[in-house]
């Protein structure tokens, strides 16, 4: 659930805020924190370009019927040096761009992310089963080679 959070998390356009909202919303839905920062990994310098492009497009298409009219390199470049009084305007459709994109890809990798912790649960409860073994079978040996048996 932590993971899938800071999926979540990366989509949004609050940069330097990825980490509140992912531990906010792991916090709320009973997930991991650490697993929840490892999430937002999602969200870096060669994902981001792409992430911001395609929930501004996303976002404007739901909002005014149309992907507007910026392209990635503009979208990066505003979303990083517009004055906070035009960043609003990029920040909607983006905002609602990430939210319908982020929603899916934090189930997806939620998914993902839990059948590989079941695998690696799994694989490691037979490692210690093995030891476990191991270890009374070498004892009831052990034990019958000091009574003489």
């Known amino acids: 659930m ?3 959070a800071g999926v979540f998390a990366s989509f949004t356009p609050f940069i330097g805020f990825h980490f509140v909202i992912c531990f906010a919303i792991a916090y709320i839905m009973g997930g991991n924190m650490i ?3 490892l999430g937002t990994w999602v969200g870096n310098p060669i994902t981001f370009p792409f992430i911001w492009f395609y929930t501004y497009k996303f976002g404007n298409l739901l909002l005014h019927g ?3 009219a910026l392209s990635m390199r503009e979208v990066s470049g505003q979303l ?3 004055s906070f009084g035009n960043l609003v305007d990029l920040l ?3 905002t609602l761009g990430g939210f319908m994109a982020g929603v899916p890809m934090a189930i997806i990798s939620y998914f993902i992310i839990r059948r590989l912790v079941f695998v690696y ?3 490691r409860l037979a490692i210690i089963a093995r030891r476990t073994e191991k270890r009374v079978l070498d004892k009831v040996l052990h ?3 000091s009574h003489g048996e």
């Open 143 to 145: 034990r019958g080679e």
């Open 121 to 123: 649960q799994r694989s």
């Open 35 to 37: 697993a929840a920062a």
């Open 2 to 4: 932590g993971f899938a």
């Open 92 to 94: 909607k459709p983006m």
């Open 80 to 82: 990083l040096h517009l």
């Open 66 to 68: 149309h992907e507007g």
